[in-house]
């Protein structure tokens, strides 16, 4: 079965500056999707953005990068120039990619890093 | 922009009563699903529901929850008879497809049981 660890309770981060929050995973297959949620006080949990594991190019989303390191089954989500707006929690999550040959279609999450963001 | 509608926002129950979480999909997607969090743990996988019949489930969907889609818009999860540990957020979350396509989730239903 596959896990997702955040070590992370929680982070600061002051506005402007940049915030990284790590993410590791265990699997024994070989190709699968990587995601980060957030989730705002409104409690929606809105997709941050997403990494196929076949691909080596690290995924970018405007202020938001990963650094995926498939050998280490590490997914960090960077944030650059943090904004207020982004005090939230954040879920990194993993799902099969294979799922037509028996992979789950199951997202499974991390516990959740909760970032506060400082003015 | 299209979203997963979730009713109630909040739902209080007397503990062994029978409640209905509604959710309403995205109008052109196929997969349902729905999660669970509860309060300081991580969200977690209930069921999947496709073409009208379950298409996985975890350890935690046992007998006394159930799924449904009564119409061509609506999609429910019933929980039977609700304990003390059935409190939690649920979210339910829809997909166009089942390779690769992003879950959008709905605000959740936070479900308290006294």
């Known amino acids: 079965a596959q896990t997702v660890t955040q070590s992370q309770p929680e982070m600061s981060v002051q506005e402007a500056e940049t915030v990284t929050l790590s993410c590791t995973y265990d699997t024994s297959e070989s190709d699968y999707y990587l995601f980060w949620y957030k989730q705002p006080p409104s409690r929606q949990m809105i997709l941050v953005i997403r990494q196929e594991a076949y691909k080596q190019q690290n995924a970018t989303e405007n202020r938001f990068s990963v650094n995926f390191q498939k050998a280490a089954k590490s997914f960090s989500l960077k944030i650059s120039d943090s904004q207020l707006g982004d005090a939230a929690m954040y879920f990194c999550?993993?799902?099969?990619?294979?799922?037509?040959?028996?992979?789950?279609?199951?997202?499974?999450f991390g516990k959740g890093t909760k970032l506060t963001v400082n003015p | 922009e299209p979203e997963v509608t979730q009713t109630p926002s909040h739902q209080v129950t007397q503990m062994g009563q029978e409640v209905i979480l509604r959710c309403v999909p995205i109008s052109n997607h196929l997969y349902f699903y729905w999660y669970r969090q509860i309060l300081g743990q991580k969200v977690e996988f209930l069921v999947s529901f496709y073409n009208n019949e379950i298409s996985e489930k975890s350890e935690i969907f046992d007998d006394q929850f159930s799924v449904e889609r009564p119409d061509g818009s609506n999609f429910t999860l019933k929980i039977r008879s609700t304990k003390l540990e059935d409190s939690a957020m649920y979210f339910c979350?829809?997909?166009?497809?089942?390779?690769?396509?992003?879950?959008?989730f709905g605000q959740g239903t936070r479900l308290t049981v006294v």
């Open positions: 999550a993993y799902r099969s990619y294979f799922i037509t040959q028996g992979g789950s279609e199951k997202l499974v």
């Open positions: 979350a829809s997909s166009e497809a089942l390779q690769g396509a992003e879950a959008f």
